[in-house]
């Protein structure tokens, strides 16, 4: 794990000092000060505290991606519409978009598509058939968030 570039740049960004990040996410700053070096690397508790701090996500802090949040999904764009058109669904509650932005990273992965191509394009862009793959993703996690 190699997040120490990541996190300098952050806190430079913001300006802050690196005491300033160690106290706000509980810890002394030599440790904060080892993380930017990669002389120690954070357990996984921390590595999500450093995340929410700068909100980024882990993903982005362990460089499996150059964007930021690369799974956001709004219930604004024109996609959440198609896939509430095509699966009959009046809306996602806000656990079934929690939990299909897990799935949809995953589905998109496996299927060859560019995680920075998640915003209004999306949707549009897939074939029929991957759509239907997807739609039957949203009604599996739909079903397993029922169930639970």
């Known amino acids: 794990m190699v997040i120490g570039k990541r996190i300098t740049a952050l806190r430079s960004e913001k300006g802050l000092t690196q ?3 160690a106290d706000n ?3 002394s700053r030599a440790t904060y000060a080892h993380y930017e070096i990669n002389r120690r690397e954070p357990d996984n508790k921390t590595l999500r505290k450093i995340a929410r701090f700068f909100d980024v996500s ?3 802090l362990l460089e499996l991606t150059d964007l930021p ?3 956001v999904l709004s219930k604004d764009l024109p996609a959440y519409d198609r896939i509430r058109t095509e699966t009959g669904h009046e ?3 806000s656990a079934d978009a929690r939990s299909l932005n897990a799935a949809l990273a995953e589905f998109m992965d496996k299927q060859g598509i560019a995680k920075g191509k998640v915003n209004t394009d999306f949707i549009q862009d897939l074939s029929p058939d991957t759509l239907q793959i997807l739609i039957a993703l949203i009604s599996q996690i739909k079903k397993e968030v029922t169930e639970e």
């Open 25 to 27: 996410i509980g810890i």
């Open 91 to 93: 809306g996602l509650s």
């Open 19 to 21: 005491q300033i990040v």
């Open 69 to 71: 949040k690369p799974y």
């Open 58 to 60: 882990t993903d982005y």
